[in-house]
Every structure is written in structure tokens, then in C-alpha cells.
């Protein structure tokens, strides 16, 4: 069982489509982050949600954490092909460990 | 943008040998952490280390594994007698001491042991 499911898993659309990627657990969160992978590098932070029904934006992306703080989503707007790579929820769970919780990832592909 | 920068990137090991992979977190930063990424799975977590002490470990972190912040500026990662399944990717992070604040990532040290 997995602490935080990502979905979907692979995700290849069109250059200018929208599309949202989900990040689900049974799990209170206390924080929950973002990052995109490239292959070969480290997870780069996007953003990090702390308070339920929080929405950030950061240019084309729309980020919201759950009321619950159980889920978050991640929304692109008109997607570009600079925004293929993997997407990476992770979080802190409320009450537990700082340690990070990962979920599998979304691969994205944006074909031109 | 401060980093967290790691070396070597690639590290090339018998099996049976011992490997010290190194990280220097970003200067202010007080939490450290290391994690691990086999080939097609997902990052989990190995130790969190703060005040000069481990603070947590996993459940893969045993014996084997040891960490150290030798000066005011480095972290390693020490593994001794390395085994083939070792290999991963061995991710370095940090973080302010506020919290909630996120852990930054250095790009990895790619450990291949053969």
C-alpha cells in the first residue's frame, strides 16, 4: 500500500493542453511539496502547501492541498514542452517523522 | 540560489568495499538528510540528522550505514561493505530550522556497485 498515490502514472498530451496530476493518501499531512526530477538530477522543489484549501500559482501551475490535507493536485495550464519531466508529491505527515513521504511520480510529456 | 551540492556524481564500487558519498547543504540550514532512489522505484527515505546526532532513521539504514558532519560544512554518508543492491541514486537534502519549511535537494551521487 502506498502512503501517497500519484496518478496517473504517465500522462502524454499535446503542447497547449491543460492537465492536473493527483496525489492521494489516507494521511493527515502537516506540509506537502512538489518537485519535479529530471533524469540523472535531484528532485527540485516547485512548491509547498501547509494549510488546507490552499491554492498557490506559479505562473502556468496551480497548486492545491485538500481541506482535509489528505490530497493535492497540480494543474497546467497550457502545457509547453518544457514541461515534460517527473512530478513528485512528498510530504511531511501530521504528527510523524519530518521525514519525507514520496509518491511514484507523474511522468508528464508534452509533444509539440 | 544557495544549493546543496554532492560529489561525486558517479561512483563506480567493488562489492565488499566501502563508499563515502559527501554533501555540502545549503549554509544556513540546520536539518540534513539523506535518501535513496533505486532505478525505477520511488525516493525513500534512509536518515535525518540535526544537532550532530541522527534525529531518525529507516528501516534500511542499519549497521551498514553511518553518517557524519565532519566540519562545519560537509555530510556524508558512509556505507561499508557495500552488496549489489546498493545501488542507487543517494540524494542529499536540507532544510532551514523553521518548520514546515521544505527540504532542498542536491542531484544525487549514482552509486554503482559490481
Known amino acids: 500500500t502506498q502512503l501517497l498515490e500519484q496518478s496517473p502514472q504517465f500522462l502524454s498530451i499535446q503542447e497547449g493542453e491543460n492537465l492536473t496530476v493527483y496525489c492521494n493518501s489516507s494521511?493527515?499531512?502537516?506540509?506537502l511539496q512538489w518537485y519535479r526530477q529530471e533524469p540523472g538530477e535531484g528532485p527540485v522543489l516547485l512548491v509547498t502547501v501547509v494549510t488546507g484549501g490552499e491554492v498557490k500559482k506559479l505562473k502556468r501551475l496551480t497548486f492545491q492541498f485538500g481541506d482535509a490535507r489528505k490530497d493535492s493536485s497540480l494543474h497546467i495550464t497550457a502545457a509547453q514542452p518544457g514541461d515534460t519531466g517527473l512530478y513528485l508529491c512528498a510530504g511531511t505527515r501530521q504528527g510523524g517523522s519530518e521525514k519525507l513521504v514520496f509518491g511514484k511520480g507523474t511522468k508528464l510529456t508534452v509533444n509539440p | 540560489e544557495p544549493e546543496v551540492t554532492q560529489t561525486p556524481s558517479h561512483q563506480v564500487t567493488q562489492m565488499g568495499q566501502e563508499v563515502i558519498l559527501r554533501c555540502v547543504p545549503i549554509?544556513?540550514?540546520?536539518?540534513f538528510y539523506w535518501y535513496r532512489q533505486i532505478l525505477g522505484q520511488k525516493v525513500e527515505f534512509l536518515v535525518s540528522f540535526y544537532n550532530n546526532e541522527i534525529s531518525e532513521k529507516s528501516e534500511i539504514f542499519d549497521d551498514q550505514f553511518s553518517v557524519e558532519r565532519p566540519d562545519g560544512s560537509n555530510f556524508t554518508l558512509k556505507i561499508r561493505s557495500t552488496k549489489l543492491e546498493d545501488s542507487a541514486m543517494y540524494f542529499c537534502?536540507?532544510?532551514?530550522?523553521?518548520?514546515?519549511?521544505?527540504?532542498?535537494f542536491g542531484d544525487g551521487t549514482r552509486l554503482s556497485i559490481l
Open positions: 549554509s544556513n540550514h540546520l536539518y
Open positions: 494521511s493527515v499531512f502537516s506540509s
Open positions: 537534502a536540507s532544510r532551514d530550522m523553521y518548520s514546515n519549511q521544505p527540504q532542498h
